[in-house]
């Protein structure tokens, strides 16, 4: 019963105030994601907290008493109406289930009853009827058995009756509520009514289709209880050729089986031959041999008995047992119970219109009015009957699968064949276990929805525009909700497509479920697309027992399907399901790529226009490797450099030269740190897993795969990493896999290559963590972003512009990291993850380059930022419309992104140089490792300006030589290169000013080292005002308003079009 007490509340507020608040949420919820973040905060909006503050004082408070479900929060007691899935649980663990006998799809010889219930296609006691008393439920045999719990329920009580699955599919076509005016009956819903309209063209039952299919599954006969199309004599025209039946709902082409009824036949036709549909109309249809061939002359009319069955009129009686039991179980909740819930949400739509402006409870109704009033409960309803009574009371449900029966349920469950357990509250990091996006998503939505409609019945005034579309704002809503809920169907169904392609995985029990899932979108993908339906239609209800035999490849069919994402739903809701939603079936079927979209989350306040999740979390990977269970404690200043004295390495101390013990490597066991860095664990691709190693290891062989006609740049030719190949190749390190080279001798303890200079089984432990944990990001990863970039450069030179666009993505990706997503422009600190990014920006607070000085985001990370923003917008030029894209450009940009990415290393190697210039100032194996890590990364780079700075630096940190030269004499060299670091158009950008001074850093000012390479002429500000000048008018105002657009900043912040005033291109 509905507490009425509960949807009352004294209010002050004004209906113009709650409309407000109404549009405020309206805007938020429905403009793009750009990402406005300060460098200091997440600070909500002013619009968001006027929001809050309006709506909550106009919501009325909800009694304790109401049982939450999975975190909604009802108004109403919905209790017993959850309890639907009760009767779910109970009918598929009943005891008279046949165990699954494992047989084919259509094979009901090989094993004996394959396709009977037992002996017989279905226990006679179904034929006795169930019949409870009032809300006292039966308790005969009838009653008990899974098909009487079905079609009269058991659990989900009623006031003077009981609530049934069967009873949902059967009466859907005739619900209506509301006034007249105003109402919106269940059959004409959008959602409901493409259900409708879709099955009614395919020969079902327009209204009661959903109970149909379950009823004919149980039964084991043709749906629609095995309705044929009868055709009496008067229903054959032999003048025309025609064929009448009322709404047959035939389609031409469609296959049709003649049958004489034992009797005469038509003449021109043979019994028991296949015919095609030609030339149909509503009523009528013609007859042809092949498919769209010439109707066929019919000369007699035959006899009163006979019909047609048409193709599509599915047979239970033909397929295995076990297809008919997946049907049932899964159906009748993708079939029956998913319906009911629009129904009650349009239910909830309707009684909002039909309430008084001033209350929505039905203490203004008269007696004998049913549809009056209620809408808050019938929204709450709908809740119920998606996640049902054995979901938590709190938000995410039951952890994972475990509990749950309804559609709830099912999203927890296809969220970990899809990579798609990515809800906030999830505290698994893997996305293919715990809880799902989609349930997050839908729950808030249902929130929402509620305090919509409560927002609604508070506007009193009836003439005013708010009062007029007072309930529009949930019905939106209602549209979200219902479009959302196809995800998981959508991942079935894919997922049973994959499963049943081959002979051995097309048994019954598979195909079975795929039938349950396709039937359940079909209306759906018909909507947007009748071709991509009629595939999966034809290879669904019509699918041969041999795939041999198929239509249409599963290629074809999942391609077509994925089309359709951007239109599947009606209304609010078209536009909300994106490949990221539906993720990829790991790790055999790739999913899609969202080419264009504002609602992917940023990487730092860069907005991919791709999909890169998987990429980005290359950081977790980084992450595992470097926790102290698998790389060891830190020694730290007590542990000096090639001190192997220790008699037994103790890993957690981080003592020794050993990895512990006596044990000098590394383990290679599973989920250590080797073994994540060689095989990966959580950036996942299509079929595989992303790797570190995998990132260095290809780097003689690695290219785009164009045409040679374009000229791709391959991986190695790279003038970057053509640079320090031919660096390292010169210290006989292979020419190719230096990086891993460097990484499995730190692991293993062992000189590098055929390099004898440098021994990891006598520098210290420390030092060997510190070459693994930083080396991994500056020579495996950092190489690897320049080529991403190098990639996009060559896909656009060849014109796969949507290709360049995703991996210039993956290359921001790779650089920040998954920490960064969803944390706006401006973030730093520990949030900023353990990637490049993270690095610049702990850089900067020694050497007081940041934003403010000491804090804030670095200002090469803001550099580096704009360039990155410069290059997507450029390339998403041809990818969104004509072939505009500056491939120069775009090249130009990735020099000077991959040059800037120098600075931090400078940084890192000057630091570290100082550090362990003096023996006695604590020369420790981790500060030498951390100065080898640095010095490694720009080496190569140094060489090529000055071979002698680069040998002076090289015999610090790779000879452990701290006597042939000063500390003075390395930086003085070092700080000669900058003019010339780099290569290409980023030559020149490593400058004194970049790199600045080493200060204590972070709260202490005091100054180590100066740099002694500031020119004497031209501050910053007369070179950012010579270089505005030069790109003009026009193009400096375009940058401008565009940088404008995208981040927000405050005043401590470097202002985008500054940075890129430094940065022509």
Request: with cysteine; proline share 3%; glycine share 8%.
């Amino acid at each position: 019963a509905l507490d009425r007490k509960s949807l009352r509340t004294n209010r002050s507020i004004s209906s113009d105030q709650v409309h407000l608040a109404q549009l405020i949420i309206i805007s938020r919820t429905t403009t793009g994601t750009m990402r406005k973040h300060n460098n200091h905060n997440n600070a909500p909006n002013i619009a968001s907290m006027i929001a809050f503050v309006l709506l909550a004082t106009s919501f009325k408070s909800v009694s304790a008493t109401y049982t939450y479900i999975a975190g909604y929060e009802p108004r109403s007691t919905v209790t017993e109406h959850a309890e639907i899935d009760l009767d779910v649980k109970d009918i598929m663990t009943h005891d008279d289930w046949p165990s699954n006998n494992g047989g084919a799809y259509k094979d009901c010889t090989t094993i004996t009853n394959a396709c009977k219930w037992d002996t017989n296609m279905y226990p006679t006691l179904w034929d006795t009827a169930c019949t409870h008393n009032l809300a006292t439920v039966s308790t005969s045999n009838a009653c008990k058995s899974p098909y009487g719990i079905y079609s009269a329920g058991k659990n989900s009580l009623k006031s003077s009756s009981v609530r049934s699955i069967a009873g949902f599919a059967s009466s859907i076509g005739t619900k209506e509520s509301g006034p007249i005016g105003a109402k919106v009956a269940a059959k004409d819903n959008q959602f409901i009514g493409a259900m409708n309209n879709f099955w009614k063209s395919k020969g079902l039952n327009e209204l009661t289709w959903g109970q149909d299919i379950i009823e004919a599954a149980f039964k084991g006969e043709k749906v629609n209880g095995g309705r044929d199309l009868v055709i009496p004599t008067t229903g054959v025209t032999t003048s025309t050729n025609t064929i009448k039946f009322d709404a047959h709902g035939l389609s031409d082409g469609d296959s049709v089986q003649y049958n004489n009824g034992d009797g005469t036949a038509i003449t021109g036709l043979t019994h028991g031959t296949n015919y095609f549909v030609v030339n149909k109309d509503t009523n009528t249809f013609m007859l042809s041999a092949s498919s769209g061939g010439s109707a066929i002359a019919l000369s007699g009319t035959g006899n009163d008995n006979q019909y047609f069955t048409p193709k599509h009129n599915f047979d239970f009686g033909v397929v295995g047992r076990d297809f008919r039991k997946e049907v049932i179980q899964k159906g009748m909740i993708y079939l029956n119970i998913f319906p009911y819930v629009i129904w009650e949400m349009q239910d909830a739509i309707n009684d909002c219109n039909a309430g008084s402006l001033a209350d929505n409870t039905q203490s203004y109704c008269s007696p004998s009015d049913t549809y009056c009033g209620q809408s808050v409960h019938a929204w709450d309803e709908a809740v119920a009957f998606f996640a049902g009574s054995l979901e938590s009371v709190t938000k995410g449900g039951v952890t994972g699968y475990s509990g749950g029966y309804l559609q709830y349920y099912l999203a927890d469950k296809r969220c970990e064949n899809f990579g798609t357990c990515t809800a906030s509250y999830d505290t698994n990091a893997d996305e293919y276990a715990g809880e799902s996006k989609v349930n997050e998503e839908i729950i808030a939505l249902f929130q929402r929805g509620e305090d919509e409609i409560s927002a609604a019945v508070d506007i009193t005034s009836t003439t005013s525009a708010a009062a007029k579309t007072k309930c529009d704002v949930p019905a939106k809503t209602m549209e979200e909700v219902a479009t959302k809920m196809l995800v998981p169907f959508i991942q079935g169904t894919i997922r049973y497509l994959y499963k049943t392609q081959t002979t051995s995985g097309r048994t019954a029990k598979q195909a079975g479920e795929l039938f349950a899932f396709a039937s359940t979108i079909l209306p759906f993908i018909h909507a947007v697309d009748p071709a991509a339906a009629k595939m999966l239609y034809t290879h669904v209800w019509e699918m041969p027992a041999d795939p041999a035999d198929d239509v249409n490849t599963l290629a074809d069919i999942k391609s077509a399907i994925e089309a359709t994402y951007p239109k599947l739903g009606f209304g609010a809701g078209i536009g909300t399901i994106k490949c990221s939603d539906i993720g990829q079936l790991y790790p055999y079927l790739s999913g899609c790529v969202d080419t264009v979209s504002s609602t992917i989350e940023d990487y730092a306040g860069y907005e991919p226009i791709t999909d890169v999740t998987m990429h980005s979390r290359i950081d977790l990977d980084l992450e595992a490797i470097t926790t102290a269970a698998n790389i060891g404690g830190t020694c730290g200043s007590s542990c000096k450099l090639s001190d192997c004295s220790v008699a037994t390495t103790v890993m957690a101390a981080g003592t020794g030269c050993n990895y512990d013990g006596t044990t000098l490597p590394w383990p290679t066991t599973a989920d250590g740190s080797f073994d994540i860095w060689t095989n990966g664990e959580h950036s996942k691709k299509s079929t595989s897993m992303r790797t570190i190693r995998g990132f260095v290891s290809g780097a003689k062989t690695k290219a785009s795969g164009n045409s040679p006609s374009t000229q791709d740049v391959a991986y190695k030719d790279n003038k970057f990493i053509a640079i320090m190949n031919k660096y390292w190749k010169s210290k006989n390190l292979d020419e190719h896999t230096w990086g891993e080279q460097m990484i499995k001798a730190a692991f293993e303890g062992t000189k590098v290559g055929s390099n004898t200079h440098l021994d990891f089984s006598t520098v210290g432990r420390d030092f060997r963590k510190e070459a693994i944990q930083k080396g991994i990001v500056y020579t495996n990863i950092f190489p690897y972003v320049i080529w991403e970039m190098q990639d996009a450069v060559n896909d656009c030179n060849a014109e796969k512009y949507i290709d360049a666009v995703h991996a210039w993505d993956t290359a921001v990706a790779l650089y920040a990291g998954s920490k960064t997503r969803g944390k706006g422009y401006g973030i730093h600190g520990p949030d900023g993850g353990n990637l490049q990014y993270r690095l610049a920006d702990k850089r900067c607070i020694n050497f007081k380059t940041c934003a403010n000085g000491f804090s804030g985001t670095s200002n090469v990370n803001q550099d580096i930022f704009a360039l990155f923003n410069l290059g997507k917008e450029e390339a998403k030029k041809s990818a969104v419309a004509s072939s505009t894209a500056d491939c120069a450009q775009l090249n130009t940009l990735k020099e000077k992104i991959s040059t800037l990415s120098l600075v931090p290393f400078v940084q890192g190697t000057l630091r570290y140089l100082y550090k362990t210039r003096n023996d006695d100032s604590g020369r420790s194996a981790k500060q030498v490792g951390e100065l080898w890590a640095f010095a490694t990364a720009i080496l190569p780079f140094v060489a090529e300006a000055d071979a002698n700075a680069a040998e002076m630096l090289y015999r610090r940190a790779w000879q452990l030589d701290f006597t042939s030269n000063s500390y003075e004499e390395i930086k003085s060299a070092l700080e000669a290169t900058y003019p010339k670091l780099g290569a290409g158009a980023g030559v020149g950008l490593v400058t004194c000013e970049a790199v600045g001074d080493l200060y204590g850093g972070n709260t202490d000012d005091t100054l180590l080292s100066a740099g002694t390479c500031y020119p004497s002429t031209s501050s910053k500000d007369e070179v950012d005002v010579g270089l505005a000048a030069g790109l003009g008018v026009v193009a400096f105002v375009f940058l401008v308003a565009t940088f404008a657009m995208c981040f927000l900043k405050i005043k401590a912040e470097k202002k985008y079009q500054a940075i890129l005033l430094k940065h022509p291109v």
